[in-house]
C-alpha cells in the first residue's frame, strides 16, 4: 500500500528555477520570508527598486508577492530573509441528478427553499471562466495568486495546459442556467492558485486563502490536496486559522482510495470539513458473457461519454494505441494503458470506427483516469486481469460481449480516499457528498466528471444555504448542523467504516431545520499502546429548539475487549449546551486479532430523532505510513543548490534516502541520511555535489523507529531539464 501511496505523490515543478527563463522575461513569484514580511518588504522596496512588490502576505503566510524581470529576481538568492520555499509540492485538483438527490424534499417543516441568496463563497482552485452563461451573474470576482492580479481566469492554451476544474467546481456550487448548482444565487468568488495543468504550491495555497479571508468570504471550497497525510501540514494549519478567523473551510478528501491513510492535507485539518465521494442515482454498467459467467466492472474516464451500449459488440485488439488502427466500425477497441496518454488512444479509436474505447491497466488492480478534450465515444478502465481475459477470449477467440446495467445510490465511491490521519489519529473525511458522474460547467460548455473534488462543493453549496437562513451561524455552528444530520451509508446490510464515510452521507436540508447540535462528534481515540488503557473523549451537546429535550445514549453492541461508559440520560433546556465524557476501556489481549482497527457507532436519541457517532481506536499493531511527501527542488533563484522535505509522523531514529535507476531498480547511490528525527516536516539543503549526478531516480526511503523499520519509494528529479512522464 505504501509504494502506492508514494508513487502516486509523484511531484512536479509548479516554479521553474530562474535558469529555465530568459534573463529579460518578467515573472511572478510568491516568497515566504523569516520574521515579519512588512519589514522586508520595505528592505525590498529600498533594495532592489526595479522589483515591484505586489502583495504582502502576512496572517496565515509570511510572505510578499513580486513581479519582475529574472535577472532582478536572480540578486535576491543570497539575501538571508528568504525561508528555505519548497515550490515542488504539488497540489492537484483532485450535476443535473447530483442536486435534486442532496436537495430532496424530506422534511413538512422547510416551508421555503433557500438558494444562497447574499452568501460568499470563495472557490481556490484553478481559476473560473466567469464568461460562462450560467456563472456571469453570479461571479463577483477574485484574485489570481499565480500571475499575481485580479483576473483569476481558467488557464487559457496560449498560458500552457489548460483547466477547467475550477469553473466545473463553481458550477455544482452556484450555477444559476442550464446547469443548477446547489446555492444558485450564492456569490462566487474565483481565487487562482493552480497554473497550467491544474498544479500550484503549497505557497500559492496559503496566499489564495489569506486573500479570500480578507475579502470576506463566508464559506470557501478547496477542491485540491497532496499526499501528506498528517493534520500540521502548512495548509492545514492555514485552514484551521482561517476557521478561526470565521471562514468555514470545505476540503475534497482526496482520490486515492479504498486504502487507508490516503487522505492528504489540507482535508486532513482538525477543523476543516474533509469530504468524500458518493454516488448520486446511477445506472452502472459492466460487462457479462453468459458463457463463462464472467463479470468485468468498467470504470469510466472522466471526460468521455457515458457508456450506453446495449446491443451485444465484438472487441478489436489495439496493442497500446501508437499504431493505426483498421476499421473497427461497431466494435469496441481493446488497449493496454502506457506509452500514450488516454486521449490518444480515445482518438486513435474514434477515428477507427469504434463505438467505445475499453483500456486496461498494466499493473495490478483497476484505475482512475480522464480525457483531456473531447471525443465522441465512451471511454472506460478495467482492471489488467480483466483486460487480459478480455483479450484471450473475447478478441482473440472472436466472441461477444453484453452490457448489463446496475442501479446504485449512496455508496462510498471506490476512489474516494480513506483515513485516519496520523499522528492525531483523527477520523476523515468527515461526511459523504455526491462525486460520481456529477456534470457542471466547462469553458465552453458542460462535463461530466468525477472525484471528492466534485463531492466538496456540494457540501460547500449547501453550506451556503444553511447561511442563508441563519446568518448568526458560524463555521462552527455550520460544521455541527451539517455533520450531526447526516445519514450513514450501508452497504450489504453493515454500515460502512467511519474512516471511509466519515458521519455519512449529507442531508442540507435535515440540517437547515437541525434542533440539536452535536460538536466534535467523531470520537478518536488514538493509538493504544499498553495492555490495558482508559481513553475519554468528549462530545458537547447544544439544545437549538424552543423546548427542553431529554437525551439519552446507547453504547455500541458489546466487543471483546471493549467496554463503553457513557452518561446517563439528560435534559437540556432551550439554548443550553453540555459537554459529556464518551469512556472506552480496552484490554489488547482480548481484542479480536484479525483487525488493527476498532471502529464503530455509538448511538444519542432525543425526543424526535437518533444520531449517529462514530469511533475509532488504533491497536499497538496499526501500521500507519511513518514517512511521507518527499520533495526535492533546487532552491529558488539557485541552479547550484537543492532543498529537501519529508514529513514524518512519529520521531524516527534513523532515515535512509537512496536512488535506484526507475527502470532497472539497479542502485546508483545514498541521497542523504539523518539520524534522531524529530516528528513533523524535516528539511535540509543538498549542494549540487551533494545531489549528485542529474536525471529521474527512484527514492527509496528507509525508516528506523525502534524494532520497526518501513521502505517507502517516490520518484524525484535531479536537475533542471528532465520531465517525469506522466502515467496514464
Keep these: 500500500m505504501w509504494k502506492k501511496m508514494m508513487i502516486a505523490s509523484v511531484l512536479l515543478i509548479s516554479m521553474l528555477p530562474a535558469s529555465v527563463f530568459s534573463l529579460e522575461e518578467e515573472k511572478s513569484i510568491i516568497i515566504e520570508v523569516e520574521g515579519d514580511a512588512h519589514k522586508w518588504e520595505q528592505y525590498i522596496k529600498d533594495y532592489y527598486p526595479r522589483i515591484e512588490v505586489v502583495h504582502v502576505y502576512d496572517t496565515l503566510l509570511q510572505g510578499i508577492a513580486l513581479r519582475g524581470r529574472m535577472q532582478e529576481l536572480d540578486r535576491l538568492e543570497k539575501a538571508e530573509f528568504i525561508k528555505q520555499s519548497f ?181 486532513t485539518a482538525e477543523d476543516a470539513i474533509a469530504v468524500g465521494a458518493s454516488t448520486p442515482p446511477m445506472k452502472i454498467p459492466y460487462l457479462f458473457d453468459r458463457l463463462y459467467d464472467k463479470q468485468i466492472s468498467l470504470y469510466p ?126 477520523i476523515k473525511p468527515d461526511i459523504l457528498a455526491p462525486g460520481v458522474a456529477i456534470k457542471s460547467t466547462v469553458p465552453g460548455g458542460y462535463m461530466e466528471l468525477q472525484g471528492t473534488s466534485m463531492a466538496s462543493p456540494h457540501v460547500a453549496g449547501a453550506l451556503a444555504l444553511l447561511k442563508e437562513a441563519h446568518p448568526d451561524w458560524g463555521p462552527k455552528e455550520l460544521k455541527a448542523a451539517i455533520l450531526s444530520t447526516a445519514a450513514p451509508v450501508t452497504e450489504g446490510g453493515k454500515v460502512v467504516s467511519p474512516t471511509a464515510q466519515g458521519v455519512g452521507k449529507i442531508q442540507p436540508l435535515e440540517a437547515i431545520e437541525a434542533e440539536t447540535f452535536l460538536y466534535d462528534n467523531r470520537l478518536a481515540f488514538g493509538r493504544v499502546l499498553h495492555t490495558r488503557e482508559e481513553r475519554t473523549q468528549y462530545v458537547t451537546i447544544e439544545n437549538r429548539s424552543d423546548t427542553t429535550q431529554a437525551y439519552t445514549f446507547r453504547p455500541p453492541k458489546q466487543k471483546a475487549g471493549l467496554r463503553f461508559q457513557v452518561p446517563l440520560s439528560f435534559t437540556l433546556a432551550p439554548g443550553e449546551k453540555k459537554k459529556v465524557p464518551i469512556t472506552v476501556r480496552v484490554n489488547q489481549q482480548q481484542l479480536p486479532g484479525e483487525t488493527p482497527y476498532v471502529e464503530g457507532w455509538l448511538e444519542l436519541e432525543d425526543q424526535n430523532r437518533s444520531y449517529q457517532i462514530p ?76 545531489a549528485g549526478e542529474e536525471g529521474v531516480y527512484l527514492a527509496v526511503l528507509t525508516v528506523r523507529t525502534g524494532e520497526v523499520k518501513q521502505t517507502f519509494e517516490s520518484m524525484v528529479i535531479i536537475g533542471e531539464d528532465h520531465i517525469i512522464e506522466e502515467r496514464h
Design 615 to 690: 469511533y475509532l481506536l488504533l491497536t499497538k499493531d496499526t501500521e500507519f505510513p511513518r514517512a511521507m511527501g518527499l520533495e526535492l527542488a533546487l532552491k529558488p533563484f539557485s541552479d547550484e543548490e537543492y532543498t529537501y522535505q519529508v514529513y514524518l509522523p512519529l520521531d524516527a531514529d534513523t532515515l535512509d534516502v537512496d536512488l535506484y535507476n526507475p527502470d532497472t531498480l539497479q542502485y546508483v547511490r545514498s541521497l542523504f541520511e539523518k539520524k534522531q528525527i524529530e516528528r513533523g516536516v524535516v528539511k535540509g539543503t543538498l549542494t549540487k555535489e551533494e
Design 87 to 267: 515550490p515542488s509540492q504539488t497540489y492537484q485538483v483532485h450535476i443535473d441528478e447530483s442536486v435534486p438527490h442532496v436537495l430532496q424534499q424530506k422534511s413538512p417543516l422547510l416551508k421555503a427553499p433557500y438558494t444562497g441568496k447574499g452568501v460568499k463563497v470563495g472557490v481556490i482552485d484553478t481559476g473560473i471562466d466567469y464568461t460562462h452563461p450560467d456563472l456571469k451573474a453570479n461571479y463577483r470576482g477574485g484574485y489570481d495568486v499565480v500571475d499575481l492580479d485580479e483576473d483569476p481566469m481558467e488557464t487559457q492554451q496560449e498560458q500552457g495546459e489548460p483547466t477547467l476544474h475550477g469553473t466545473h467546481v463553481a458550477g455544482i456550487i452556484g450555477a444559476d442556467g442550464d446547469v443548477k448548482g446547489i446555492a444558485p444565487d450564492a456569490e462566487i468568488y474565483g481565487y487562482r492558485a493552480l497554473g497550467p495543468g491544474g498544479i500550484g504550491s503549497s505557497v500559492h495555497v496559503i496566499a489564495a486563502i489569506e486573500q479570500a479571508v480578507k475579502d470576506g468570504m463566508d464559506i470557501i471550497n478547496l477542491s485540491l490536496g497532496n499526499a501528506v497525510n498528517g493534520p500540521d501540514w502548512p495548509t492545514s494549519l492555514a485552514v484551521n486559522e482561517a476557521v478561526n478567523m470565521g471562514v468555514a473551510m470545505v476540503i475534497s478528501g482526496g482520490n486515492s482510495g479504498p486504502d487507508h491513510w490516503t487522505v492528504g492535507s489540507p482535508a
Design 301 to 426: 474516464m472522466m471526460g468521455a461519454p457515458s457508456w450506453d451500449i446495449t446491443k451485444k459488440f465484438s472487441m478489436l485488439y489495439g496493442s497500446k494505441g501508437k499504431k493505426q488502427l483498421r476499421d473497427a466500425t461497431d466494435q469496441v477497441v481493446l488497449m493496454e494503458r502506457g506509452e500514450i496518454t488516454f486521449t490518444e488512444k480515445a482518438k486513435a479509436a474514434e477515428q477507427a470506427g469504434a463505438k467505445a474505447l475499453i483500456i486496461y491497466n498494466n499493473e495490478e488492480g483497476p484505475f482512475q483516469g480522464a480525457i483531456e478534450d473531447k471525443v465522441s465515444i465512451p471511454v472506460s478502465a478495467v482492471s489488467k486481469e480483466d483486460g487480459e481475459w478480455l483479450k484471450e477470449h473475447v478478441v482473440q477467440d472472436k466472441q461477444w460481449m453484453d452490457t448489463r446495467y446496475e442501479t446504485i445510490v449512496d455508496t462510498v465511491a471506490s476512489f474516494s480516499s480513506q483515513g485516519p490521519v496520523t499522528w492525531n489519529w483523527d
